[in-house]
């Protein structure tokens, strides 16, 4: 099924959606890393994202960001 939008559409959207929550920095594809490594501390990283778990340790886990503790959640 084709997407019904453009990159430079999802690019915007996203960012305002970034804006939105308070992340100060950061692509798409860092805050879905960032993401699964997070969830990951209980195993489901690979879950979250809908991958195998080859294919999440291979391309989104980061010990270095599985590590911290998640970032607060902005005050709405």
């Given at each position: 099924?084709?997407?019904?939008?453009?990159?430079?559409?999802?690019?915007?959207?996203?960012?305002?959606l970034?804006?939105?929550?308070?992340v100060?920095?950061?692509?798409?594809?860092w805050?879905?890393?960032?993401?699964?490594?997070?969830?990951?501390?209980?195993?489901?990283?690979?879950?979250?994202?809908?991958?195998?778990?080859?294919?999440?340790?291979?391309?989104?886990?980061?010990?270095?960001?599985?590590?911290k503790?998640?970032?607060?959640?902005?005050?709405?």
């Amino acid at each position: 099924m084709p997407w019904p939008h453009t990159f430079a559409w999802f690019e915007r959207t996203f960012e305002k959606l970034r804006d939105t929550a308070g992340v100060k920095r950061g692509t798409w594809k860092w805050l879905r890393r960032s993401a699964g490594s997070y969830a990951d501390k209980n195993g489901n990283g690979h879950k979250l994202l809908g991958n195998t778990r080859t294919v999440f340790e291979s391309h989104y886990l980061a010990p270095e960001i599985a590590a911290k503790e998640p970032p607060k959640q902005a005050a709405i």
